[in-house]
């Protein structure tokens, strides 16, 4: 079963403007990760969050972890053409159960030259 | 290897028929997992291996699943009397070790298509 939904479900940007995905969770967490999925293949890691951090930031990419309210959010700054991507969000539980993911919907993002 | 190789890339198979979809993680790597993605949707969690014995089984959806790691590295994930509703893409993913704090690395995944 899915954890949760990821808003918007598809997003559209010109290329150099900042793209902003957004993800909401059911469970109790250890971690939150952002996973890139090309042409609906392999998934790339993209950057892990803990449960005790609240933003975490990677090149252009910059995560925000709000565990009260159960979402989290990635940024892209100055997107590129490359960027064109599925996103998702994963969830790790709390429970001792490995790295077990549990994936939200996924945001489709296009960017446009 | 570089990373997670899973053979085939593509599989087609009729109603009814048995299956076997091989996942070579990467070497050293003691966790393995394997996921279900349907068209757009994200990935589902189906199974998870720490060195030859199943962690998790509890995303198998029935019995007609069952994936096997008997040397702690390769994995077979085998589906008998295959259903048109099995018709997905299938991931496999490792990582170092089997706990919480450590990134996925996923192979390209079998698309099996059940006609």
């Known amino acids: 079963s899915q954890q949760g939904e990821e808003d918007p479900q598809a997003l559209s940007i010109q290329e150099g403007e900042n793209a902003t995905m957004n993800c909401s969770y059911k469970?109790?967490?250890?971690?939150l990760q952002w996973y890139r999925q090309n042409s609906g293949r392999g998934l790339v890691h993209l950057i892990l969050?803990?449960?005790?951090?609240r933003e975490k930031h990677s090149g252009r990419l910059r995560v925000t972890l709000d565990t009260s309210k159960k979402s989290s959010s990635l940024l892209i700054t100055a997107s590129r053409a490359a960027d064109t991507a599925s996103y998702f969000c994963?969830?790790?539980?709390?429970?001792?159960?490995?790295?077990?993911?549990?994936f939200g919907t996924g945001t489709q993002l296009k960017v446009e030259l | 290897g570089a990373g997670v190789s899973q053979t085939p890339s593509n599989k087609v198979t009729e109603k009814g028929k048995y299956v076997e979809l091989r996942c070579d993680p990467i070497s050293g790597h003691t966790a393995l997992y394997w996921y279900r993605q349907s068209l757009g949707q994200g990935p589902e969690f189906l199974i998870y291996f720490q060195g030859t014995g199943a962690a998790d089984d509890s995303g198998l959806p029935n019995d007609r699943f069952f994936a096997v790691r008997p040397e702690g590295s390769v994995s077979t994930l085998k589906i008998q009397r295959t259903e048109r509703g099995d018709s997905a893409v299938y991931l496999c993913a490792s990582s170092p070790l089997g706990t919480e704090q450590t990134e996925a690395f996923f192979g390209q995944g079998t698309r099996l298509t059940v006609v």
């Open positions: 469970t109790s967490i250890n971690n």
């Open positions: 969050i803990r449960s005790n951090e």
């Open positions: 994963a969830t790790v539980p709390n429970t001792g159960g490995g790295n077990k993911l549990t």
